[in-house]
């Protein structure tokens, strides 16, 4: 089964703004997530209990935390998000994030880059 792009783009959108700007990462994860969660950050756990709990504690650390999602590209299984973060009382970041998506159009893979804008 072909992967729906666009669908695969409206999902990537709506996982990263639920879990980092409505900060409810448990919910993102239920509604989008694939059975298995592989996390290649470095800073955040593999698996979806350590993507919760990260996100979590970045909720309470950084009340008022908003990314606005620039551009969405998608390719076969995978969508790439270019995005502005900010952090109060912290930089601004750009970042690329990668989500990979299975069969069934959820979400099983992720990869980022974070930069600090100038």
């Known amino acids: 089964m072909p992967h729906d792009l666009q669908e695969n783009k409206r999902n990537a959108i709506a996982f990263y703004e639920m879990m980092f700007n409505d900060c409810k990462p448990r919910a993102a994860i239920e509604q989008f997530a694939g059975d298995d969660y592989i996390q290649h950050n470095p800073h955040v756990g593999d698996g979806k209990e350590a993507f919760i709990d990260y996100f979590e504690r970045m909720a309470l650390a950084y009340p008022g935390k908003v990314t606005h999602v620039k551009r969405a590209i998608a390719e076969g299984d995978l969508v790439v998000l270019h995005c502005h973060q900010i952090w109060p ?30």
């Open 89 to 118: 009382g912290s930089d601004d970041y750009a970042g690329m994030d990668i989500f990979r998506f299975d069969q069934q159009g959820k979400i099983v893979e992720h990869w980022d880059v974070l930069k600090v804008m100038p």
